[in-house]
């Protein structure tokens, strides 16, 4: 059973910046695909980063784009997840998700693995 712990959440203000941190304990961590999703209240759960398992390839939403930087150290099975420039419309709790591919996929259907989930609250 693969335990995914979620680290860095808050409160801040329009404009600052927070990096989330996602401790897995997938072994070898390598082999897997790690994401960040998130859910604002009454909302779907939807994608903001993906980075593949050997690590070459990233996804970003259109809505983080330029702002979030999604990373993963495989030496401390960490991924990190930057957010700089955050808004309002950033609010959500955010989860860290895994699955046992070297393929990005976007729906959290195919996300096998998840972690509790940690609250960002961006005041205007």
């Known amino acids: 059973q693969v335990q995914l712990v979620e680290s860095g959440g808050g409160l801040v203000q329009a404009g600052d910046s927070l990096r989330l941190s996602c401790a897995a304990s997938?072994?070898?961590?390598?082999?897997?695909?790690m994401a960040w999703f998130r859910q604002a209240p009454g909302r779907e759960r939807v994608m903001a980063a993906a980075?593949?398992?050997?690590?070459?390839?990233?996804y970003y939403a259109d809505s983080v784009k330029g702002r979030f930087t999604i990373s993963r150290d495989n030496a401390k099975n960490t991924v990190y997840l930057q957010m700089n420039s955050l808004k309002f419309e950033d609010t959500a709790v955010y989860y860290c998700?895994?699955?046992?591919?070297?393929?990005?996929?976007?729906?959290?259907?195919?996300?096998?693995?998840w972690g509790q989930g940690t609250q960002v609250t961006v005041s205007s």
């Open positions: 998700a895994a699955n046992l591919r070297d393929l990005i996929r976007t729906h959290h259907t195919t996300y096998d693995y």
């Open positions: 997938a072994q070898p961590f390598n082999r897997y695909t």
């Open positions: 980075i593949s398992a050997s690590g070459g390839g990233t």
